[in-house]
């Protein structure tokens, strides 16, 4: 029998790629892109650990595919919706992800997208290289003031939304959220803890910072959006899942929200075209975590994962039963 390996899925960090080397285990690695299926199936076959992306999905075929010696599953993500987590505990598969690494970077892009949709930087961008005739105006491509008392709702109040909740305080944001897990009325870090309902009602901007889950879904459907504030922003960098996006492209169609940013898509890779033919969407391709030195630290985290549990030990980050809905 041959030692069972260690099965990366994708090409991580190259910082991280020259350290598997030292692991003391044969590793068997996947390319950049994402692999195929058949070849999913095959790399993971006979491994002790496997290390995966976010688009990778791993269910019960998977599993059985690997077979009984599988220990460990580690994401590079905090997201773990690609992830069966019952025909993994079912086997006895641990399966880890990467929170804390990636909250500052998550919530600077979220930051990013914020001020891209209220302020119009994309969209300026996209007029300043038409080579139009244009002259300063007072109305030219006026936006929202965001530190002119606008007010921020988070929509789940995990590291990353109050990351992000840090940030708005230092624009002079006041900020409200909505989270299950708090108490309506108290306030957390500055933070005032609001029903869903309130927070649809009363916020200029929304951003979401909820697992896709069962419960998440669509949160934010057509009735949602509705009781949204007329011409107040939707920012997601959680899941694209979390949104509807037909319901969404007519709020944005309408004028009914002034405009959204969008990290995530249902479909990913692809982006609903509707969305680019909307001058009021910024469209990014899922990279609110591609920070430098947070890509390593994702990479680094799913290995130490790994290497504990095959010594084993407790997983660092094991992924732990979600709270549900927002
Ligand atoms: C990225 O989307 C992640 O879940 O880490």
Redesign the pocket.
Known sequence: MPQPHLYVARTLTPAVMAELDDLGLPVVAGEEAPPARDRLLAGIAGAAAAIVT?TERVDAELLDAAGPQLRVVA??????DNIDLEAAAERGVVVC??PGV?DDA?ADHTFAMLLATTRRVVEADRFARTGRPWIWGPNMLVGLDISADATLGIVGFGRIGRAVARRAHAFGMRVITSDPGLNVGDAVDGVTVVGFEELLATADVVSLHVPLLPSTRHLIDASALARMRPRSYLVN???GGVVDESALIDALRSGHLAGAAL??FEGEPRINPEFAGLENVVLQP?I??AGDRTRDA?CRLAVRNVTRVLAGEPAETPVRTPVATA
């Open positions: 976010l994401n590079v993500a905090v997201g773990y992800n990467t990636l998550t960098a959680a899941r990290d995530t899922h609110a975590s994702m």
